[in-house]
């Protein structure tokens, strides 16, 4: 269960290194110890985060998760619920890749295509089906505000992220009456290894800055929220821009 | 039909099947066919936190158990279902001259989850708590059966496991309760103000008593010297003497009126800072030195009783009562307790600090002879971490929690401040093996 200040007593990740995912398991983990389970693929990341929560006395176990193979992820929930409900689910994996490959290499395309849309629905479908039957828990789904309005320059990416970002809202208002709450979060640029190398954009944060705005939201039970939360204003002021302007902003 | 069911602090709302059984008949056959998720009774809602919800499961709605079926004047008992409240309980024993002997700070609370919850009034350091006067009741049970428990022979560690037990040992359907002779409805009340924290204790140490009822309020927005001024306000039930001659008319006259109920839209956060401290100052203000004034039962025992839902005065984010009690030893951590909050930025304006008298037999019954104190906190960023800490101060001096108001603590933490949790335990998997009775509260704090 969730208390009264949003404390869950365990947290299922999907996509179980992602980093912001990973800040919000530390800052769930710092007082209290719930339960966590990592989904994610047999990596040395993965077994380190293990290692890392095991040793700060956090009770932990780790299932194979793989996003493109959609078929097998009722089976990966089954097992992430094997020992007792979830109170709050992270789907917290997805892909970048090269923005300009994206667009032209068919294979590419077809990858984030998979991951950050297909993979999502796919887990989220799951995830709704068993916190209804819970009557309670949280979906954080990390969208992008990338998906927001989607610019020339990542719009494969953008693209994506604008799929999951509407299909978790509306999930969200579908659970509404069945005690689940699912949260979306737009962070902007969050300097992660996903954007090693890349130039932040303004209004750029850290994935503890995007874990913190994660846990106030889920205390506070809130279905939308932007990372840094005056992205809001600024992305309302970008969704408005005629096509003309918007494509002469400076990338 | 699917309902979201939160305590009366807001927080933490989940979704159950609430069901509202027409006769003891079939609340048994629910408790019979209850899935996985398990059943819980629900009264009227006045828990802080999340013993009367059971996400995924089925609430049982004890309103319709509302019958007064028997008042018997010269044994000063009277027959009740689980369903009625304590506020038309106490309408229909008034006109006899009789009195429930133990009221909560609200009367909106039925008599079963009274006895769940095993509640306390002013009065506790006189007459104890609400288990104390039961003398039977009627309890259903896992397997469906209804059991008739007395507090002592045959079965009295169910009758004790139940009361204060959360409504985790079964459905309490029927109780019959010893009540107190009154001769009017009226209290004579002495209000002192006082200056700070050390005085307040001071005085409730020296003489409480001489008194039937003893509470005090107490402002933790005031700094320094000032820190823990308040208002402590005793009194003893009025006697037809005691009364002027206008009110000897009607003696035993009952008025509670509703002034105002709350709307459900306004923002979270009006309590802050500045409001918290305009209001305290304004409490403190409001109630000068004053001794022997008779008072009507709103005015003295329930004056949030006249605002309807003014819980919801705290917003969507809802708040929090954090309320434990202290061996009388341990009174230095009263003070730490109010200096730390005091300093948190945490606003809470309606505090309360009183002396507990000896507990009684119930494992989980929370009084326990000693001063318990009474916040409510607005939820905020930082709450957490802030009645985490107070948790360590009072579970380290062997002071414990009242589940009543319990909406965020551990597992760990009941079971510190409990001793005789386990025992609690073996009696309730004795009755109830398979965990059929289960709320959001059993499952956070694995009770």
């Known amino acids: 269960m969730i208390d009264a200040v949003g404390n869950p007593q365990s947290l299922l990740v999907l996509g179980g290194t992602s980093e912001i995912a990973l800040a919000v398991v530390r800052r769930y983990t710092a007082a209290r110890k719930p339960r966590v389970v990592l989904a994610a693929r047999p990596s040395p990341r993965r077994d380190a985060a293990v290692a890392e929560l095991t040793a700060a006395g956090v009770p932990v176990t780790a299932v194979d998760f793989d996003a493109r193979d959609v078929g097998s992820h009722p089976t990966v929930l089954d097992k992430a619920f094997a020992d007792g409900g979830i109170d709050v689910a992270l789907v917290a994996f997805g892909v970048l890749g090269d923005a300009e490959r994206a667009w032209q290499d068919h294979e590419a395309a077809v990858e984030l295509a998979e991951v950050n849309y297909t993979g999502a629905v796919s887990v989220g479908v799951g995830l709704a089906a068993r916190l209804r039957e819970q009557g309670h828990g949280v979906i954080v789904a990390l969208s992008s505000v990338a998906g927001e309005r989607v610019r020339r320059s990542n719009f494969v990416y953008g693209s994506t992220k604008a799929g999951m970002d509407a299909f978790y809202l509306g999930l969200g208002e579908a659970l509404r009456p069945e005690g689940v709450t699912v949260t979306v979060v737009r962070p902007g640029f969050v300097h992660t290894r996903m954007t090693d190398g890349l130039r932040a954009a303004p209004l750029s944060s850290t994935a503890d800055q995007v874990a913190a705005v994660v846990v106030n939201a889920v205390r506070d039970r809130r279905e939308l929220v932007w990372a840094p939360a005056p992205l809001r204003l600024v992305m309302s002021a970008l969704r408005h821009l005629p096509r003309a302007v918007f494509r002469r902003l400076p990338a | 039909m699917l309902v979201r069911l939160s305590g009366w602090g807001r927080t933490a709302p989940t979704v159950a099947r609430l069901v509202s059984p027409r006769d003891y008949q079939a609340a048994a056959n629910i408790v019979k066919e209850s899935r996985e998720r398990g059943v819980i009774a629900r009264g009227l809602g006045r828990s802080y936190g999340d013993p009367a919800q059971n996400a995924g499961g089925v609430v049982l709605d004890m309103t319709r158990f509302d019958r007064i079926r028997r008042i018997a004047v010269d044994d000063r008992l009277v027959d009740v279902e689980a369903g009625v409240s304590l506020d038309a309980l106490m309408r229909a024993l008034l006109p006899h001259g009789l009195w429930p002997p133990v009221l909560p700070g609200t009367r909106q609370v039925t008599v079963g989850g009274a006895i769940a919850a095993d509640v306390h009034g002013k009065g506790h350091h006189v007459v104890g708590s609400f288990g104390d006067h039961v003398r039977s009741l009627d309890l259903l049970t896992a397997d469906g059966s209804v059991r ?123 309590l802050n800072r500045a409001t918290g401290r305009a209001f305290s100052e304004l409490w403190y203000r409001k109630s000068p030195t004053r001794y022997g004034q008779v008072q009507n039962i709103t005015r003295f025992l329930h004056p949030l009783d006249v605002i309807g839902e003014w819980n919801r ?91 009543a108001k319990e909406s965020r603590t551990t597992a760990d933490a009941v079971r510190r401040g409990y001793p005789r949790f386990e025992e609690w335990r073996a009696v309730r998997a004795s009755v109830d093996p398979d965990g059929v009775f289960a709320s959001d509260m059993s499952r956070r704090l694995k009770l």
């Not at chain 2, 003893?214 to 208002?231: C, E, H, Y």
């Not at chain 2, 000896?358 to 000693?370: T, Y």
Request: charge should be neutral; hydrophobic fraction near 40%.
């Open chain 2, 148 to 270: 008739t428990l007395t507090p002592d022979g045959a079965g009295s560690a169910l009758f004790w496991a139940t009361v204060g037990g959360m409504g985790l040992t079964g459905v309490v359907l029927r109780a019959t309760l010893r009540v107190v002779p009154v001769e009017t409805s009226y209290f004579v009340v002495d209000t002192e103000r006082v200056d700070n924290l050390d005085d307040l204790l001071a005085r409730q140490s020296a003489d409480d008593d001489r008194y039937a009822e003893s509470v005090s309020w107490f402002d933790v927005t005031a700094t320094g010297p000032r820190l823990g001024r308040g208002v402590l306000t005793r009194a003893n039930h009025a006697t037809l003497r005691d009364l002027p001659r206008k009110l000897r008319r009607d003696p035993l006259a009952f008025d509670a009126p509703r002034l105002l109920t709350v709307p459900d839209v306004l923002p979270s956060g009006l």
């Open chain 2, 313 to 403: 005065g705290y917003g969507p984010r809802g708040f929090l009562q954090y309320q434990f009690v202290v061996p009388f030893a341990a009174v230095d951590v009263v003070r730490r307790v109010v200096e730390r909050i005091a300093s948190s930025g945490h606003v809470s304006a309606l505090n309360v600090l009183k002396r507990f008298g000896p507990g009684n037999r119930a494992p989980l019954s929370f009084p326990m002879p000693g001063w318990t104190l009474c916040v409510d906190l607005p939820v905020r960023p930082g709450l957490g971490e802030l009645c985490d800490e107070l948790d360590e101060l009072v579970l380290g001096a062997g002071g414990r929690h009242y589940l």
